[in-house]
């Protein structure tokens, strides 16, 4: 059986390697299709994660539109498909490089397996374009594995059949504690002066629907938290420039607010254990932060992560900068708060998704399971 997995982003990497890593060295012909829709912030995770790809499309323009990621993956892919005939595609996520891809080879009437299936707001515009992206993917895909229960009761509520949905946690918690458990040597790095006793409030943002006012308001936030007693904020700014002409303005050169660019995975790993709290509109990073116990506000008005706001993990603060201020500092002043949220469970896996998305395969490959 041959497999192509395609992906272009820095979550899709991470989320992919571990289960890249469980077919390598299998029987399953496997071959590996970068769309080239991030550079930096790609190529050294493929390095840490000794990732090689056999096809590059290396689309990424800078601030690129949609519909350039699209058109690119969409025409380049197909002539890939045509010529690889692999029997099941594999996508990740939400992102327009996976959206691309599954249509991609829907056209050309191959399989299509989507990998952390059934995410929903339910608001088209937020996030936007992710929610429309995993809809459209679902739309066209063969197997389906959902990270938790709700998002199979959402697959099952769309119609899709039960035979088809496998319910695999998350791949990222596979990824996060595999790079977790290696010992990390803060020495050189941008984490090195940052004293012990320090408060540090980890901030990341890049949601396409925050560009502009909710951005500033995030921002303005920011400026405001670092001033709390004992804080450090530490911010790694996405290279997208739309985030980082804003970030750069409101924040450069204040006092505790340490402004970085994206940093290694396990820098990053790391960084988020030693964090106090995290403030994010990240996807990933709301999946991450409930295994280290660490309270997360997320920056956005919907979540598509529900579970990890019923546990009482992550709470939802919006992009107002009096809510955003207010909830964190509850967070600083008031232990019991602290504590509840940073005892609350993950709800995102064990670490295992990974080999029980390989043993689906493996059973439809050995004619156990229908495909
Ligand atoms: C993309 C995904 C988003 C995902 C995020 C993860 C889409 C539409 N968006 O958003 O779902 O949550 O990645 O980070 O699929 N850039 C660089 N170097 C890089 C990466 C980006 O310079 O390595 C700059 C470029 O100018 C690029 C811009 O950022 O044009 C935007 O990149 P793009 O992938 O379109 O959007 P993201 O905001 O990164
Ligand atoms: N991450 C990283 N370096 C950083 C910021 C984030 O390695 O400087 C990791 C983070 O741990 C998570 C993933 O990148 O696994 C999340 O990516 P991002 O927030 O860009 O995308 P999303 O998850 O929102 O799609």
Same mark, same amino acid.
């Given at each position: 059986?041959?497999?192509?997995?395609?992906?272009?982003?820095?979550?899709?990497?991470?989320?992919?390697?571990?289960?890249?890593?469980?077919?390598?060295? %299998?029987?399953?012909?496997? +071959?590996?299709?970068?769309?080239?829709?991030?550079?930096?912030?790609?190529?050294?995770?493929?390095?840490?994660?000794?990732?090689?790809?056999?096809?590059?499309?290396?689309?990424?323009?800078?601030?690129?539109?949609?519909?350039?990621?699209?058109?690119?993956?969409?025409?380049?892919?197909?002539?890939?498909?045509?010529?690889?005939?692999?029997?099941?595609?594999?996508?990740?996520?939400?992102?327009?490089?996976?959206?691309? #891809?599954?249509?991609?080879?829907?056209?050309?009437?191959?399989?299509?397996?989507?990998?952390?299936?059934?995410?929903?707001?339910?608001?088209?515009?937020?996030?936007?374009?992710?929610?429309?992206?995993?809809?459209?993917?679902? #739309?066209?895909?063969?197997?389906?594995?959902?990270?938790?229960?709700?998002?199979?009761?959402?697959?099952?509520?769309?119609?899709?059949?039960?035979?088809?949905?496998?319910?695999?946690?998350?791949?990222?918690?596979?990824?996060?504690?595999?790079?977790?458990?290696?010992?990390?040597?803060?020495?050189?790095?941008?984490?090195?002066?940052?004293?012990?006793?320090?408060?540090?409030?980890?901030?990341?943002?890049?949601?396409?629907? %925050?560009?502009?006012?909710?951005?500033?308001?995030?921002?303005?936030?920011?400026?405001?938290?670092?001033?709390?007693?004992?804080?450090?904020?530490?911010?790694?700014?996405?290279?997208?420039?739309?985030?980082?002409?804003?970030?750069?303005?409101?924040?450069?050169?204040?006092?505790?607010?340490?402004?970085?660019?994206?940093? #290694?995975?396990?820098?990053?790993?790391?960084?988020?254990?030693?964090?106090?709290?995290?403030?994010?509109?990240? *996807?990933?990073?709301?999946?991450?932060?409930?295994?280290?116990?660490?309270?997360?506000?997320?920056?956005?008005?919907?979540?598509?992560?529900?579970?990890?706001?019923?546990?009482?993990?992550?709470?939802?603060?919006?992009?107002?900068?009096?809510?955003?201020?207010?909830?964190? +500092?509850?967070?600083?002043?008031?232990?019991?708060?602290?504590?509840?949220?940073?005892?609350?469970?993950?709800?995102?896996?064990? *670490?295992?998704?990974?080999?029980?998305?390989?043993?689906?395969?493996?059973?439809?490959?050995?004619?156990?399971?229908? #495909?």
């Amino acid at each position: 059986m041959k497999l192509l997995f395609v992906f272009g982003t820095r979550p899709e990497v991470i989320k992919l390697f571990p289960v890249i890593t469980e077919f390598q060295n %299998s029987d399953f012909e496997l +071959k590996i299709c970068l769309t080239g829709q991030h550079k930096e912030m790609v190529q050294p995770l493929l390095d840490f994660f000794q990732i090689k790809p056999d096809f590059n499309l290396n689309l990424m323009k800078e601030n690129q539109s949609l519909e350039h990621i699209t058109k690119t993956v969409l025409i380049q892919l197909s002539e890939i498909l045509e010529k690889e005939k692999p029997d099941y595609l594999i996508v990740q996520g939400d992102t327009t490089t996976a959206m691309a #891809s599954a249509l991609a080879a829907f056209y050309k009437k191959i399989k299509i397996a989507h990998i952390e299936a059934g995410l929903r707001t339910y608001n088209k515009l937020q996030p936007f374009p992710e929610e429309i992206n995993r809809r459209i993917i679902d #739309s066209v895909s063969d197997l389906f594995f959902a990270p938790t229960e709700t998002t199979k009761q959402n697959l099952l509520n769309e119609g899709i059949q039960k035979e088809k949905i496998f319910v695999t946690g998350n791949t990222v918690i596979d990824a996060f504690l595999l790079t977790a458990s290696k010992k990390f040597n803060e020495k050189g790095t941008e984490l090195d002066k940052i004293p012990a006793n320090k408060k540090i409030v980890l901030v990341t943002c890049h949601r396409r629907e %925050s560009f502009g006012k909710d951005l500033e308001n995030i921002c303005n936030a920011i400026k405001e938290i670092s001033e709390f007693d004992n804080a450090l904020v530490v911010f790694p700014v996405h290279l997208n420039p739309n985030i980082k002409k804003t970030v750069n303005l409101i924040l450069s050169n204040q006092k505790n607010i340490l402004l970085t660019n994206p940093l #290694s995975y396990p820098l990053f790993v790391h960084l988020m254990k030693r964090s106090y709290l995290i403030l994010t509109d990240s *996807g990933g990073i709301q999946e991450e932060a409930p295994s280290l116990n660490k309270p997360v506000l997320v920056l956005r008005e919907k979540t598509e992560r529900t579970e990890a706001v019923k546990t009482g993990a992550a709470k939802i603060v919006g992009t107002e900068t009096k809510k955003i201020v207010e909830e964190t +500092k509850k967070l600083f002043k008031e232990e019991k708060e602290y504590q509840k949220m940073a005892l609350a469970e993950n709800p995102f896996g064990d *670490g295992n998704a990974s080999k029980r998305i390989f043993d689906c395969f493996k059973e439809i490959k050995n004619g156990k399971r229908k #495909s």
